[in-house]
């Protein structure tokens, strides 16, 4: 059962389909230099927490959800997060910062809850947790690619950090206000 649901959700950020996680973490990343590697893991963290906190409590129905709100709140977490990187011109890990990555985390997590309510059976403590381990994987891995073409660009072309946490801001901030605008709710 563990490696199942590991494997869930692990795919469920890797999936080039669901591009958007990935969109959120170029984002979050653009921020930070390869070097700030325990500050990024704070952030991916946080947001893991977070999007494990109201993913459990949707799959149990603690909380109601609105799909086509969150389908179109989760785009603009990565607007706000590329603006964030747009309008603040240095390296920052403040405690706003984490909690900011708490607050999309949470907003996130509602976004997949009904595909897993609909997959779990009587069982949720372990399928969660296998769920949120894989997503934590997913990620690091994601953020690792992420670094890795980030250091082969500062390394090989000189291109200058301002130029990459601009670029890679305007692409995930352009692509999901694109995104927001296909799935306003009303």
């Known amino acids: 059962?563990?490696?199942?649901?590991?494997?869930?959700?692990?795919?469920?950020?890797?999936?080039?389909?669901?591009?958007d996680h990935m969109l959120f973490l170029l984002a979050l990343c653009g921020a930070y230099v390869y070097s700030s590697w325990k500050k990024i893991l704070i952030l991916v963290t946080a947001f893991t927490?977070?999007?494990?906190?109201?993913?459990?409590?949707?799959?149990l129905n603690i909380i109601p959800v609105n799909i086509a709100w969150i389908e179109f709140l989760i785009p603009l977490t990565i607007v706000a997060t590329a603006v964030k990187n747009i309008v603040i011109q240095i390296e920052k890990g403040t405690i706003v910062t984490y909690f900011m990555a708490l607050a999309f985390g949470l907003i996130h997590g509602m976004g997949f809850s009904n595909y897993l309510r609909s997959l779990l059976g009587d069982e949720l403590i372990m399928p969660l947790l296998a769920f949120n381990v894989g997503i934590e994987v997913g990620q690091l891995l994601v953020v690792a690619a992420i670094f890795l073409i980030q250091f082969t660009l500062i390394k090989a072309i000189s291109v200058k950090h301002k130029t990459w946490k601009l670029s890679v801001s305007l692409v995930a901030g352009g692509i999901s206000l694109l995104l927001a605008a296909q799935r306003i709710p009303f």
């Open 1 to 19: 059962m563990f490696p199942t649901y590991f494997q869930l959700g692990f795919e469920h950020i890797t999936d080039l389909n669901g591009y």
């Open 49 to 59: 927490i977070g999007h494990s906190v109201t993913l459990a409590l949707a799959v």
